[in-house]
């Protein structure tokens, strides 16, 4: 029954499975010429606001995210690094670093996942790691969680009884309404996307693709989540962070 | 009075007189549409509804948006590079408000 | 459409009075109304105005347009007004540019609003009292919510 709408979904999209196993590539090689030559021209590009609110968030409050770090420039680099196990055992994405920063270092309340400043922050951090090459740790301690996230990334899911692979890899390249479907990576995020007309988190993202599937969606920032982050930056692991991306 | 709003203004720093300049204006708005639908909380439409560019004891450059216009609107025009001097844009919101920002065009 | 409605940073969200919008609905004016209004008796020529946009719109929500007129933006003969109309949103009159002389050259670049696959037309004024006209299809595949529905 979910087998058969799965297939009928699929067939109705015009989508076959491959049987061939699908090499990952960068999402740039998957935008259209124009919003592929927007998204690195950051005169045309609105995710840059993002990032100039961000690096002035950066600057502010007492103390400053500054005041520790120095310039934001030093934060190159670390967003490829990321979701990270935190010392206390705990996979912390860009986002949840942040605010642990924000409540332990700053003594503030969170920002909340998806607050404007949190995205802004985020953005602002990932953009000084544009174009360096994933690679997040996956032994140790992360190890569990990797295997968390290939889990919840090969099982199948919802009403339509699909996992993220039957998009992701047996169909990437193709087209699924108005899109070009990509490996489905999160390097691009946070991401300006002209569906939202703003910048949006990878959870968010997320959460699209799941109802896409008719599944229960999880919240933003549930562990599930930044689980399936590790795993998905380690298959994107030598590609290059696009953040912030613009994706239709 | 008029307020400061996010915009990246992209501009060469440097142009020769006469030459004419490519400028590039992004700025952070949502452009509220109206809403009033059966079963919607109407919202009063809120847009950017005027862009004025000032350089050079002149107007050089005036948009005039609708609903139309994307969100976080994005425009080129070009300029003639007359004198050195701040390019004032200034940014008409209904409501009233008058958001202000300025770049600088440096000619030789 | 947004999930979020945020306020930006650094805004004066108190001095801007909601009341004060509730003017500007929609005009009710149609596309062949705003057209005739602009061209106020004159006869457009079909030549001149050169329209970019993709012909397969990704999302209707930013559309790039770019609109290039010849011109030789003297101050004798230059032009001095850009129309970008619709035909099918809700407002037909999507944005007008005022352009002098000292603007150089007549192109400008903006991202549009779509709801659906239409043509967009463009009328250009000039000092001496044209009018050039220009027309474009494009073919939408997802279309923005432009009446805020």
Same mark, same amino acid.
């Given at each position: ?248 | ?108 | ?17 909601? &009341?004060? @919008?509730?003017?500007? =609905? +929609?005009?009710? #004016? $149609?596309?062949?109304? !705003? /057209?005739?209004?602009?061209? %106020? ?18 999302? &209707?929500? @930013?559309?790039?347009? =770019? +609109?290039?007129? #010849? $011109?030789?933006?003297? !101050? /004798?003969?230059?032009?001095? %007004? ?20 000292? @603007?150089?050259?007549?192109? +400008? ?34 279309? @923005? ?5």
């Amino acid at each position: 029954m979910k087998r058969a709408a799965s297939l009928a979904l699929l067939a109705g999209l015009g989508l076959a499975a491959l049987a061939v196993a699908a090499e990952v590539r960068p999402p740039q090689d998957y935008l259209s010429p124009a919003l592929r030559a927007q998204q690195d021209d950051p005169s045309r590009h609105p995710g840059w606001l993002w990032v100039d609110e961000g690096e002035a968030l950066w600057r502010r409050g007492d103390p400053s995210c500054q005041s520790c770090h120095g310039d934001i420039a030093g934060m190159a680099g670390v967003a490829a690094r990321y979701p990270a196990v935190a010392q206390d055992g705990a996979l912390l994405n860009l986002e949840g670093r942040i605010e642990r920063c924000r409540t332990r270092h700053q003594g503030q309340p969170e920002f909340g996942y998806e607050s404007e400043a949190l995205l802004s922050l985020t953005t602002a951090v990932a953009s000084r790691s544009r174009g360096l090459p994933m690679s997040v740790a996956v032994g140790g301690p992360a190890a569990a969680f990797l295997e968390q996230g290939r889990t919840l990334h090969e099982t199948r899911q919802g009403q339509l009884n699909l996992a993220c692979g039957q998009c992701h890899d047996d169909n990437a390249g193709r087209r699924l309404r108005g899109d070009v479907i990509s490996n489905g990576l999160g390097t691009g995020f946070p991401a300006y996307r002209l569906e939202w007309n703003e910048v949006g988190s990878l959870h968010r993202r997320l959460r699209a693709c799941q109802l896409g599937v008719r599944a229960t969606q999880f919240e933003l920032g549930a562990p599930e989540y930044t689980a399936l982050e590790l795993f998905l930056a380690h298959r994107a692991r030598g590609l290059p962070v696009e953040a912030p991306g613009l994706r239709r | 009075m008029a307020e400061n709003i996010l915009a990246r203004i992209t501009l060469p720093e440097q142009a020769r007189k006469g030459e004419v300049v490519t400028v590039r204006v992004i700025v952070r708005h949502p452009m509220e549409r109206a809403v009033d639908a059966p079963g919607l909380r109407p919202v009063p439409r809120k847009i950017l509804h005027t862009l004025r560019v000032t350089y050079a004891g002149a107007e050089v450059f005036r948009m005039e948006m609708s609903p139309g216009i994307a969100a976080n609107p994005y425009v080129e025009f070009t300029t003639v590079a007359v004198e050195s001097g701040a390019m004032v844009f200034e940014w008409q919101e209904d409501g009233g408000t008058v958001y202000r920002r300025e770049a600088r065009l440096e000619v030789e | 459409m947004s999930l979020h409605r945020r306020t930006l940073l650094a805004l004066p969200l108190a001095a801007a009075a909601a &009341g004060g @919008a509730a003017a500007q =609905s +929609v005009t009710g #004016e $149609s596309f062949a109304a !705003a /057209e005739r209004a602009i061209l %106020a008796g004159r006869t457009p020529v079909a030549e001149g105005v050169t329209i970019a946009m993709p012909p397969l719109s990704e999302n &209707g929500n @930013a559309v790039d347009l =770019s +609109v290039k007129v #010849e $011109s030789p933006m003297t !101050a /004798e003969d230059h032009v001095s %007004a850009i129309h970008i109309l619709s035909e099918l949103n809700p407002f037909p009159r999507v944005a007008h540019f005022a352009l002098s002389p000292r @603007a150089g050259r007549a192109e +400008v670049t903006t991202r549009i609003r779509l709801a659906t696959t239409q043509s967009i037309v463009v009328l250009a004024e000039t000092s001496t009292g044209r009018v050039h006209r220009g027309t474009r299809e494009v073919i939408v595949i997802l279309g @923005a919510c432009v009446d805020g529905g």
